[in-house]
């Protein structure tokens, strides 16, 4: 008990940066940055005992990285860039695509979606989202601007949002380089000490008894989703499901291996962990986040001696702890105004998140080791779609250039046979979107 209970603590201190960093993500489409906060934790806690309970594996959950910015800068930007979604739509969205998580995962599809899609593809939507992460981390610390010659360009290094950022993300190297526990977090609070001796950020307090979720708190729009161009509704919905299902049992696999808890190459109970997943995704739209999903985070905690779910009833429990954690969440990832756009609007930057969301999107880029490097029909898409993703600032985008080349690619060089026939279903849809939008 004495080892599950510290592999627990241990991956609540790897994974509990997301607490900062979802509201400040998710407040960009104008949600509550405190509701946010609150069912972040709340929806992450279900997910993580149901994944114990249920399924006997230390593997906790909360809103995934990817799927995130993908809310934010997909579904809730406006086109041409973005599916034009209200952030209550979007919830509809993360509603909907949980509900059918939890079909396919009771019918036993959901392991079959994931089997029929390329191993490549998996590898280059892993990357290019680490690549578009890594690019927002790099905006939020004012290191890239926003240039109408060169699309983007170098900031001003001179201005104390960019000092700071740049001193957090060295301490973040050197820590990470150390291998400490919880080295993004220490990172974002010793970024945040140091943003406050700068006056950048103020003192808000630390601990809360008020449960603020009722700005988000069952705010989800499906009346207004179901209004929505069909093309865009099922683009939505599918690539959350896309992105969640890779994620899910990526991090499923990777720490079972790790663990010792693979069986001839299989995972035991594979059913019961992708329904914790599946009712957590739910749940979490409810309460107003998006998708939740696995944490490679967990093997921090199965390094350090957890094997069942009992480490997830610690994690779970320090997550419902954090709630009342919300003026320090705040001052964290509040943000810092630097001046204002054309437009008259302000500009925000978040140096005390920069250096964790640049950290992360290179810990994403590690995949790559893993291509084909010696047959172009396989790596030459994933390239695409790694590209794709940052350069278009969609996923959903980068994801349609990875199925529609690999599809042709295969069928070009004689090569049909090995691409599977979902792969070309979900090529076809894409097609179909470009031309219909």
């Excluded at 890594?134 to 201005?159: M, N, Q």
């Excluded at 950048?200 to 809360?208: A, I, K, P, Q």
Aim: charged share 10%; glycine share 10%.
């Amino acid at each position: 008990m004495r080892r599950e209970a510290l592999g627990g603590v241990t991956t609540f201190m790897a994974m509990s940066y997301i607490i900062f960093v979802q509201p400040g993500v998710l407040s960009q489409a104008g949600m509550d940055f405190r509701a946010v906060m609150a069912a972040t934790c709340l929806s992450a806690a279900l997910a993580t005992f149901l994944m114990g309970l249920v399924a006997n594996y230390p593997v906790a959950l909360a809103p995934g990285m990817g799927e995130n910015f993908f809310f934010v800068y997909t579904l809730c930007a406006a086109a041409p860039f973005g599916f034009g979604l209200t952030w209550q739509q979007a919830l509809a969205a993360v509603l909907v695509a949980g509900i059918f998580f939890i079909l396919l995962t009771v019918s036993g599809l959901r392991s079959k979606i994931i089997d029929s899609i390329p191993h490549s593809l998996k590898v280059g939507i892993a990357a290019g989202i680490g690549l578009f992460i890594t690019l927002i981390g790099l905006e939020y610390a004012g290191l890239v601007v926003a240039s109408p010659a060169t699309l983007v360009r170098l900031g001003d290094l001179r201005h104390p949002v960019a000092l700071v950022s740049v001193a957090g993300l060295l301490v973040v190297i050197v820590l990470v380089s150390f291998r400490v526990r919880g080295a993004i977090l220490l990172g974002i609070l010793s970024t945040t000490a140091l943003a406050a001796a700068l006056g950048l950020v103020h003192y808000r307090g630390v601990f809360s008894a008020d449960l603020h979720l009722s700005p988000t708190f069952w705010k989800f729009d499906l009346r207004g989703l179901l209004s929505v161009n069909p093309a865009t509704l099922a683009s939505a919905v599918f690539v959350l499901l896309y992105l969640a299902l890779f994620d899910t049992v990526g991090t499923l696999v990777g720490v079972g291996q790790q663990a010792g808890l693979l069986r001839d190459g299989k995972l035991p109970r594979s059913g019961q962990a992708l329904f914790s997943d599946a009712v957590g995704t739910t749940a979490g739209a409810a309460l107003g986040t998006s998708t939740i999903t696995c944490y490679i985070e967990s093997a921090a905690g199965v390094s350090d001696g957890a094997r069942t779910g009992l480490a997830n009833m610690v994690t779970g429990a320090l997550l419902l702890g954090a709630v009342f954690f919300s003026p320090l969440a705040s001052m964290v990832g509040g943000g810092v105004i630097v001046g204002n756009d054309a437009n008259h609007n302000p500009i925000v930057r978040y140096p005390t998140l920069a250096p964790a969301l640049i950290v992360v999107g290179a810990m994403m880029l590690k995949a790559v080791r893993e291509l084909e490097w010696d047959d172009p029909t396989e790596y030459l898409p994933a390239f695409l779609t790694l590209v794709g993703i940052p350069l278009t600032f969609s996923i959903a985008d980068g994801i349609a250039f990875g199925l529609i080349s690999y599809s042709a690619a295969k069928l070009l060089t004689g090569r049909g046979r090995e691409c599977p026939a979902l792969t070309y279903i979900f090529a076809a849809l894409f097609v179909l979107q470009f031309v219909i939008l």
